[in-house]
């Protein structure tokens, strides 16, 4: 039986191309040192879960497994938004907040490692089907950004502003435009919440003078959380603060103070010429006469370097005369496509077997499956079946067993 | 049953008694006037591991050569498949809204875990904590065994007077009790409220043996007692 | 066969009439010597006949018209058909000499053609048989011509025509499903004059007149637009634009271009990749390659070359 557990490890390792079967062993060990290590952390050495709970140490090793992201990590980046509504649900009746390391992000995480910074932000766009995945992904990437000291810039769902917006005013400073002034005030509780820690760090200051008005304005020089206080405070003037905020990082980032990471969920919004956006006339508005529109816009144009910037594309995030496919310069339209191209596309996949498989282990460790027939190979046949390999489907068709 | 009795006596020109109704359907494979089916069909037999189970015993000659009845729409060869959960689901569909019915309990059941889940994971004591059962399927079944009256009572009029005489009744008649007064409890409720929340609530809460349907259940059991001096009026 | 049927029939006919018993009458006959001769004999009364059959009225006996023969009997082996059955006409069993039969009988072989309605009421072809025919288009109406023999198809070679790039766009865009790109030809048809040799004309003159209208260059055209293009000129579409706008920025704004000829050697099949995309359309294949190439000009690391 350890032989063939050994044969299993050497034929995947040189299905994977790793050189190192010994690493391997030492990772995954079986029988005797199993033992051992079972004993001392019993919970964390298994076929599904890794330890490793720093995403800067992924690799393909860990690929297929499920990690832990600390709760103090998760209160940080996702206490506004950021995780499926589902999954934060399933994610309080686990008690703990886990994702598969998946070949997407590590893909992603590869590209983040070896880019040269000292060229053009590079885009990548992910893309697939929905629930595969994409948002699960960024949220792993954005673990990543924070652990390896990214300035974050991390919008959670961008049909949210599209389609829910709280308050539409219109523009003082420019004519024709509108202002989401409490959604931006939000998004900058958000950004202040990732990022303050790093802020405090790192002294990135305002690079101009702006006036707000005839009383206030904001002085050159100030240091940058200001600047985002200030949009906080005066929820008038939030709208302008991102822009604002946006360019000055930008410009911080160009100029090499920073290392700025910009994650965007459901980028394809901006480019869907139709939104639930009114004005007082009702008169809808296109998302390019949003004032918003423009910060996020601007951060993903290719014009500033050491940083990059990572977008999803879903076909839920627009409306329904653009939903026949997933595929990004589909979803991005012309106008999408020319202000991103070159980028780089990212599949998300269904699961493939072993991430079927390892899911269905972490559901039933985590007592989520459990109906006696859910632990047979049948009712994992039947399952695998039912959910066609997609990992939301899957979660859903296991809720009530 | 009498009556019956004699009906198919002269029907069939056998001296057969029943005293159950079910028996007698059993044994002369009593069908519909009206069936698309004639007498000579079979009820499918739609469960693998009984399929191979009638495959191994020899049971399946007996059957091989019979025309079988087509399977009803909710018969799966699943291996989730819960006669119980199926028979419950159809007394909470209404206007035949099968799909609504059975989303409606998936979603009292996942309730269910998640409240389980919860207690189990909050429970320190380790030894306590394998008591929580956390199986919303197992949870069911005990709800439903705890909820099973074992008499009811009839009215009969005797002198002119109706008496509410404690009969004892069928197993079949004390499940749809059962189950009719555990979605009668879960319907019962503030209109904010969804349905598959408060149903697993009284799920739980019956399989711990309390709750407003136990409670129920037992009131009818004490006012059987209460009338036992009727009992005779059952045959007297 | 046919003719012996029918007279064996009419003898048939004769023998009923034979048997009818011949009763003759002294009240319809009062001076017949028969009677006298009776009476004369018996010496009895007359029996009364209340029940006096009438007599049937003398008919007429039916005479058989001599008829000729059938034709058929008399026709050469070698005679020419046509001459014979030159247009259309019902059928006549006597002018054609082949045993046809149509039709149904309970228990006897189907009718022949001597007097057979069925035969009469179907169309017939005999006067189209192969040496009478030598057009493409005939059928039974009485014009031996189809209508549609008028229709004139003419097949071009685009490749043959002298055009240059914007004619043949335009050429093209004026024929539109008339032109297969598969084979590369042009097809006119013709088909609203009533003579072929008109329709042949009018063909002749479409096609002059699409060659040179092809050449004509209106004065709207300069306003054609990327969307307007049939098929995605990398060269002049915003992807090269912002290609080369991205090679050659660099966060330090007086730093040295890189010359347009480097970067353009480069990119021949990225433009490909993206030419592939916007003309055959956004599949996992096409943005696979895309992917690729893109990786390629961002000088991405491959993920398996780490490992």
């Known amino acids: ?401 | 049953m009498a009556p019956l009795n004699m009906v198919f006596g002269s029907v069939l020109r056998k001296n057969i008694i029943f005293n159950n109704a079910e028996v007698l359907y059993k044994r002369v494979n009593l069908v519909n006037a009206y069936s698309m089916y004639g007498p000579q069909f079979v009820e499918p037999v739609y469960k693998k591991d009984k399929q191979e189970s009638m495959y191994e015993s020899g049971e399946i000659e007996n059957i091989l050569h019979v025309p079988v009845k087509a399977a009803r729409v909710d018969a799966t060869c699943s291996v989730f498949h819960d006669e119980l959960v199926r028979k419950f689901t159809n007394l909470v569909m209404r206007d035949g809204r099968k799909i609504l019915a059975r989303e409606l309990i998936e979603e009292a059941f996942e309730k269910i875990k998640r409240i389980q889940l919860q207690r189990y994971h909050s429970t320190e004591d380790p030894e306590k904590k394998t008591s929580v059962l956390t199986d919303p399927l197992k949870i069911f079944h005990a709800a439903l065994a705890n909820s099973k009256p074992v008499l009811q009572l009839t009215p009969i009029k005797r002198g002119g007077v109706t008496y509410q005489v404690p009969v004892p009744i069928t197993d079949k008649r004390s499940q749809f009790l059962a189950m009719k007064w555990i979605i009668l409890a879960a319907k019962d409720k503030d209109p904010k409220v969804h349905f598959p929340e408060k149903l697993a609530w009284e799920l739980v809460d019956a399989a711990g043996n309390q709750g407003k349907v136990v409670k129920k259940k037992q009131d009818l059991h004490r006012q059987c007692e209460a009338n036992r001096a009727y009992a005779h009026y059952r045959w007297s | 066969m046919s003719a012996i049927a029918i007279s064996s029939k009419y003898v048939g006919g004769r023998r009923d009439v034979k048997n009818i018993p011949a009763v003759i009458h002294p009240s319809v006959h009062p001076f017949s010597s028969d009677m006298f001769n009776s009476m004369s004999d018996t010496e009895e009364f007359r029996v009364l006949d209340l029940k006096q059959k009438k007599q049937t009225p003398f008919r007429r006996k039916f005479k058989k018209q001599d008829v000729m023969p059938p034709r058929t009997t008399m026709m050469p082996v070698d005679q020419d058909w046509g001459n014979v059955w030159p247009g259309p006409r019902t059928f006549h069993p006597a002018v054609v000499p082949l045993p046809v039969r149509q039709g149904y009988n309970e228990k006897d072989a189907p009718p022949g053609k001597f007097g057979n309605a069925e035969l009469m009421k179907i169309p017939n072809f005999l006067h189209l048989t192969p040496p009478v025919v030598t057009s493409d288009y005939c059928h039974s109406s009485p014009d031996i011509r189809n209508p549609l023999a008028r229709i004139v198809t003419i097949k071009v070679k685009l490749g043959r025509l002298p055009l240059n790039k914007h004619a043949r766009d335009k050429i093209l865009r004026l024929v539109g499903e008339r032109y297969n790109p598969e084979n590369d030809v042009l097809t006119i048809m013709t088909d609203r004059c009533p003579l072929r040799q008109q329709n042949l004309d009018y063909a002749h003159y479409l096609l002059t007149a699409l060659f040179h209208e092809s050449w004509k260059i209106e004065p709207w055209e300069s306003e054609k637009s990327e969307a307007d293009m049939e098929y995605y000129d990398w060269e002049a579409s915003a992807s090269r634009k912002s290609v080369m706008r991205l090679l050659s920025w660099s966060p330090d704004q007086d730093a040295v271009q890189i010359s347009a000829d480097f970067i353009l050697s480069d990119l021949t099949e990225y433009k490909e990749a993206i030419s592939k995309i916007m003309n055959e359309g956004e599949e996992e294949y096409t943005l696979n390659r895309y992917k690729e190439e893109v990786k390629k000009l961002l000088s991405l690391q491959d993920v398996s070359s780490t490992e």
């Open chain 1, 1 to 401: 039986m350890v032989y063939n557990f050994f044969k299993n490890l050497t034929s995947e390792a040189t299905l994977r191309g790793i050189s190192s079967v010994l690493h391997k062993q030492r990772l995954f060990c079986t029988a005797a040192q199993a033992s051992q290590i079972l004993a001392t952390n019993e919970k964390h050495i298994t076929s599904f879960r890794t330890a490793e709970s720093n995403p800067l140490k992924h690799n393909f090793d860990h690929a297929y497994r499920f990690y832990t992201i600390p709760v103090e990590v998760k209160n940080q980046l996702f206490q506004h938004g950021g995780l499926p509504k589902y999954f934060n649900e399933q994610a309080k009746a686990f008690m703990e907040t886990c994702v598969m390391v998946r070949d997407p992000a590590l893909e992603i995480l590869h590209y983040l490692k070896t880019a040269d910074y000292s060229r053009p932000a590079i885009r990548y766009v992910i893309y697939g089907e929905s629930g595969c995945g994409k948002s699960i992904t960024l949220a792993h990437i954005l673990h990543y950004g924070l652990t390896a000291g990214f300035l974050l810039i991390h919008v959670p769902w961008v049909p949210n502003w599209m389609r829910v917006c709280k308050e539409v005013s219109n523009s003082a400073t420019r004519e024709g435009y509108v202002d989401l002034n409490l959604d931006a005030a939000e998004w900058l509780i958000h950004f202040k919440n990732q990022n303050a820690a790093l802020l405090n760090n790192i002294d990135l200051r305002v690079s101009k003078e702006y006036a707000w008005s005839k009383r206030e304005k904001t002085e050159e020089g100030v240091p940058l959380l200001e600047l985002v206080e200030h949009g906080i405070n005066r929820v008038k003037y939030a709208s302008e603060c991102v822009v604002a905020l946006v360019k000055e990082i930008k410009l911080h980032s160009t100029q090499g103070r920073c290392k700025t990471l910009v994650v965007i969920d459901g980028f394809n919004a901006f480019f869907h010429p139709r939104t639930r956006v009114v004005t007082a006339e009702k008169i809808q508005v296109p998302p390019s006469k949003i004032t918003l529109t423009e910060a996020f816009i601007e951060i993903t144009k290719y014009d500033w370097c050491n940083g990059a910037v990572i977008l999803t594309v879903d076909k839920t995030g627009v409306a329904d005369d653009r939903r026949e496919s997933f595929l990004p310069i589909y979803q991005l339209g012309k106008e999408g496509f020319e202000h991103l191209d070159p980028f780089v596309p990212i599949s998300v996949r269904e699961y493939s077997e072993k991430e079927l498989e390892s899911c269905l282990d972490y559901y039933v460790d985590r007592r989520w499956l459990q109906n006696e027939k859910s632990f047979t190979e049948e009712g994992r046949k039947e399952l695998k079946y039912l959910c066609g390999m997609n990992p939301r489907r899957l979660m859903h068709v296991c809720a009530p067993l």
